[in-house]
Each structure stands twice: as structure tokens, then as C-alpha cells.
């Protein structure tokens, strides 16, 4: 299956809190796993990804979390700001062959922060 | 670097036009995809590409084709417009095929 969840659908949270968002995958062949950011007229913007081989990392003020034998990834993001306002997007990736690698998406996450 | 560029922003289609929408790279990347965005749904690979000369269907790419003559650009064709076209279509291109630059997109109609 090349399918990727991702819950919750929206999201509100006031400033300064850390909003959590969760991925869960079936395909084992998938091997990077990326977080997207979109704002509203824009196309999505890699905001960090990570390998299978490694359980957490940070860029600024975000985190992915993954757990391997659970086939689930998150993205924490710590102190968020109204700015982090966007739809986020969970994705995984296969090499389809000869190099060629297809990102499978989830359904997309809205946050929004309130001051 | 303008990265990816898509032409044109916004699009009216009526039912059974065709139309060619345009994406440019100017990072000299050998991969390139076009998406389509619905609400609600994520996105979805229609085409690749991972050189000049080299396409392959992605998951959802009835009712368009497409071309890759030079590195720089990937038009999107669609042949005989329906209802069910109607979206927001993205254009991205990478240099290894991860992590991928997307274009602003084009949001499209088909009346």
C-alpha cells in the first residue's frame, strides 16, 4: 500500500504552544519521509525531512519523531507563532526504480495559532 | 534563481478544450512531476520525469500527457478537459529526486 495518514485534519493552538501533527505508513519500501508547508495561494515549501535510520531531528523549531517499528512519523512544533499559521503536509517516498523516487502525501493538516 | 515557474496563475476551461500548462526550471535539475492538488486530499503525482527525453506515469494521469524535450521545461497537457480536471496543478523539480522545489501552481476550471 502507498498510502500515508495523517491526523488531525485541523488544528488550533495559541501561540507559544507546540502543536503536534501524526503520519502513519504500511509500505516498509518507504525510505525518507518529508514535511511540507503551504500557505493559502502558494505551493508547498520542504520544511525538514528524515530517514528511517534516525529517530528525531530538529531544524529550528521543528521536530520530526519517528518510530520505525510503529511505521508513524510526527512533526512537533515548539513555541509556535501566529506565522506558523498553514496547511502542513506529511509525505513518504520510495525509490520507484533506476533512482526515480514518488512522494506519496497525507491529506494535509490546517493550523492555525492564535495570539 | 526564479526556481520553478508555472504559466499561467489562473485558467477557465470549458468542457472538452485543450490547453497546455507550462513549467520552467532554471536550476538545472533532472527531475521534475507535476502534481494536482484537490481540498482535502493532498497531492497527487500525475507525470515525471528524471531527464530530457525520459517520462513515466504517476498515480493519477489519465487525461493528460506530457513532454520533456530539455532540462528546463516539463509541459502539462490536457487533451479534452473535463469537470474532474478542475484543480490546482503544481509543478516541482529536484536534483536527486528528493526534496523537491515546487512551482506556485495553476488553478484551473473546467466549466
Known amino acids: 500500500q502507498q498510502q500515508v495518514k495523517q491526523s488531525p485534519q485541523s488544528l488550533i493552538v495559541q501561540k507559544g504552544g507546540i502543536p503536534i501533527i501524526n503520519c502513519a505508513y504500511e509500505n516498509t519500501a518507504f525510505d525518507y519521509f518529508p514535511w511540507y508547508q503551504q500557505f493559502p495561494g502558494k505551493g508547498p515549501a520542504l520544511l525538514i525531512a528524515i530517514r528511517p535510520d534516525v529517530s528525531e531531528k530538529k531544524e529550528g523549531r521543528f521536530t520530526i519523531s519517528f518510530n520505525k517499528s510503529a511505521k508513524q512519523f510526527s512533526l512537533h512544533i515548539m513555541d509556535s507563532q501566529p506565522g506558523d499559521s498553514a496547511t502542513y503536509f506529511c509525505a513518504a517516498s520510495w525509490d520507484s526504480g533506476a533512482g526515480s523516487y514518488q512522494l506519496t502525501f497525507g491529506k494535509g493538516t490546517k493550523l492555525s495559532v492564535i495570539p | 534563481n526564479a526556481g520553478v515557474t508555472q504559466t499561467p496563475k489562473f485558467r477557465i476551461l470549458k468542457i472538452g478544450q485543450s490547453m497546455t500548462l507550462q513549467c520552467t526550471q532554471d536550476?538545472?535539475?533532472?527531475?521534475m512531476y507535476w502534481y494536482r492538488q484537490d481540498p482535502g486530499m493532498g497531492l497527487k503525482l500525475i507525470y515525471y520525469?528524471?531527464?530530457?527525453?525520459?517520462?513515466d506515469k504517476g498515480e493519477v494521469p489519465n487525461g493528460y500527457n506530457v513532454s520533456r524535450s530539455t532540462t528546463e521545461d516539463f509541459p502539462l497537457r490536457l487533451e479534452l478537459a473535463a469537470p474532474s480536471q478542475t484543480s490546482v496543478y503544481f509543478c516541482?523539480?529536484?536534483?536527486?529526486?528528493?526534496?523537491?522545489?515546487f512551482g506556485p501552481g495553476t488553478r484551473l476550471t473546467v466549466l
Open positions: 536550476m538545472n535539475h533532472n527531475y
Open positions: 516541482a523539480s529536484s536534483v536527486t529526486g528528493l526534496g523537491e522545489y
Open positions: 520525469s528524471v531527464g530530457a527525453g525520459i517520462t
